[in-house]
């Protein structure tokens, strides 16, 4: 029996036409906070960190409904699209168990 999910999503954010990382961090931080405080999920900055074209962010969400998890990280996905000036160039989605990542159900070697 599974009791709750987590989800992670990781999105790409690309933009070329930046030259420095301060202005990278100027687009992209924004974004980081807007998404902490819209949808109940936490955000990180991945890596990129030192890129001034590129950045992967990760948003995390946990819950007993693996349906609410799809439905928020896909309006995270879509808020996160739909705004900034970058592009999101590559996107992915994992759902997982918290039995299966925390071992539960596992019989016992003892």
Same mark, same amino acid.
């Given at each position: ?18 030259? +420095? ?7 992209? =931080? ?14 990180? =900055?991945? *890596? ?15 819950? +007993?409904?693996? %349906? ?16 900034? %000036?970058? =592009?999101?160039?590559? %996107? ?13 159900? %596992?019989? *016992? *070697?003892?």
């Amino acid at each position: 029996m599974d009791t709750g999910y987590v989800g992670i999503l990781t999105l790409r954010l690309e933009m070329p036409w930046v030259s +420095n990382l301060k202005e990278k961090r100027a687009l992209v =931080r924004p974004v980081v906070e807007r998404l902490k405080g819209k949808f109940p999920v936490t955000v990180a =900055r991945l *890596d990129g960190l030192d890129a001034h074209d590129w950045e992967l962010i990760g948003v995390a969400t946990v819950s +007993n409904d693996h %349906e609410w998890i799809q439905q928020t990280l896909k309006m995270a996905s879509d808020y996160v699209a739909a705004g900034g %000036e970058y =592009r999101v160039a590559a %996107e992915e989605q994992v759902i997982s168990s918290l039995s299966d990542l925390m071992g539960y159900g %596992e019989e *016992d *070697d003892e």
